[in-house]
């Protein structure tokens, strides 16, 4: 059961009262700041803090020395790494922060293809394996894109700083779980990279990472050396089952019949080495391999093919069904990345240095990690009762507003429901489930209707 709490204050005391930023001061306005924000994060700094004192504070704490996005972001960070015993994934991706060509900011690079400046991020969210739980952000990392050297070639590019080197990095910041804790990490195509595999083996952590290089040389269970996809072609059929894909960009929602094949492998070290692997592992890893391919696929339709490397035992079609399951929970951090962008608007903010933008960016991340967890508590404890976690002021208002509510018999789920129906959701049987940005609106909503009514009480009480 989750811990999370909708009281704002607390949440903001627990986050980011331990952050050490050279004065007490500062980390008090840390503490008040992320308060603040988290009752509003889409608004503009100038829109949540209604004084001037107070928002020159705000700029001022993000220009202060010792205040940088680690220093912020790291007591979160330390928090999740703490986990109860138990499995959890830890879903690694990076995204783009992109805040626009046109405008003057000081130190950062290029972003896409050239026409945006920002820097990478590279965030691993801790996910509870089987419950869903979004637990916080083990770690970050922020780099600037550097154009590659022309005509260097593979020696070359093995010695210098690589962008690719990013994940390593993010799973030696998580480390070895905790004792009864097991780290999975859930990796994209771009994490397929013995590298990446080498740092895993040295943290003691398991992986589903999907490959991109089918092309890759393999050694079979007889220790026959071959290419990747004829490897799963050989495979026999273990079985089938039904996956229903979410709505992507020019596909629809649709129901699709998954063929799995499973098998062990060797994944030799690659002739040209990293100094890294040189030094930390330059022999073969072994591990499976699950291969999930859509059959019958709708004509006009990019059919589902992944190709799944794991530490985990694949033993039995159910194994293979639980990896292919790990793999389909990548979508959270999709969630909160649009969290981070679009709930709190994090390339919008007006900052004029990069300094100022990452300090702050460690600030909006834990704030998008508690604006996924609103949703996630609603799917993964629907039953759970609402004033165990939402503060009674806030059932009271909305009791008010959204007539025909039972306080005392309230569910998380309905709570949730009822709040986004404030933030435009209309709440149809066929409507499903609200997504996080309706419940964003609708808690914005309900914010500003308790702080009115809080302002109103103080101003009879003098």
Known sequence: MTSFTLD???????????????????????????????????????????????????????????????????????RTRVCRPGRYLVINDTTEADFGIRRKISGLQPTGNGTGRGFLLHSALVVGADSEEIVGLAGQVIRYRKPAPKEENVSQRLARE????????????????????????????????????????????????????????????????????TYLQELPV??????????????????????????????????????FVKEHHPGPIAMGVVWAHEVNAPAGIEPLDWVLY?????????????????????????????A????????????????????????????????????????????????????????????????RLDPARLTIRQFYRELAKLGGFLGRTRDGEPGWITIWRGWGKLHLMIRGAELASDEGAT
Not at 36 to 48: L, T, V
Not at 254 to 273: N, W
Request: with cysteine; charged share 30%.
């Open 162 to 229: 690589r962008e690719s080197e990013i994940w390593g990095e993010v799973i030696d910041q998580v480390g070895p779980p905790p004792e009864g804790v097991q780290w999975i990490h859930t990796l994209d195509r771009g994490a397929d990279n013995f590298e990446v595999f080498c740092h895993l083996v040295e943290q003691g952590d398991d992986w589903v990472v999907r490959a991109t290089q089918r092309h890759r040389k393999i050694l079979t269970p007889s220790n026959e050396k071959k290419p990747l996809e």
């Open 310 to 338: 794991t530490s985990l035992p694949v033993e039995t079609f159910e194994d293979a069904r639980r990896v292919i399951g790990y793999y389909e929970k990548r979508w959270l951090i999709e969630e909160w990345h649009k």
């Open 8 to 78: 704002a204050r607390a949440w903001a005391e627990e986050q980011f009262g331990q952050c050490e930023l050279g004065d007490q001061r500062r980390t008090k306005r840390a503490v008040y700041m992320a308060q603040r924000i988290a009752e509003n994060p889409s608004a503009s700094f100038p829109e949540i803090f209604e004084n001037w004192s107070d928002l020159k504070a705000a700029y001022d704490l993000f220009d202060a020395d010792g205040v940088s996005f680690a220093a912020i972001a790291g007591p979160h960070w330390e």
């Open 238 to 275: 273990a079985g089938t089952f039904t996956l229903h894909l979410r709505a992507r960009p020019k596909q629809p929602a649709r129901t699709a019949t998954i063929e799995v094949r499973y098998g062990p492998l060797i994944m030799p070290a690659p002739f040209h080495k990293s100094g």
């Open 340 to 403: 981070l962008k679009t709930g709190c608007r994090e390339e919008d903010r007006q900052l004029k240095t990069s300094e100022r933008l990452e300090a702050m960016t460690g600030l909006l991340s834990v704030v998008a990690v508690r604006l996924v967890q609103l949703k996630a508590v609603a799917r993964t404890d629907p039953e759970r009762p609402a004033e165990s976690v939402v503060p009674a002021a806030w059932i009271r208002m909305l009791s008010r507003v959204r007539r």
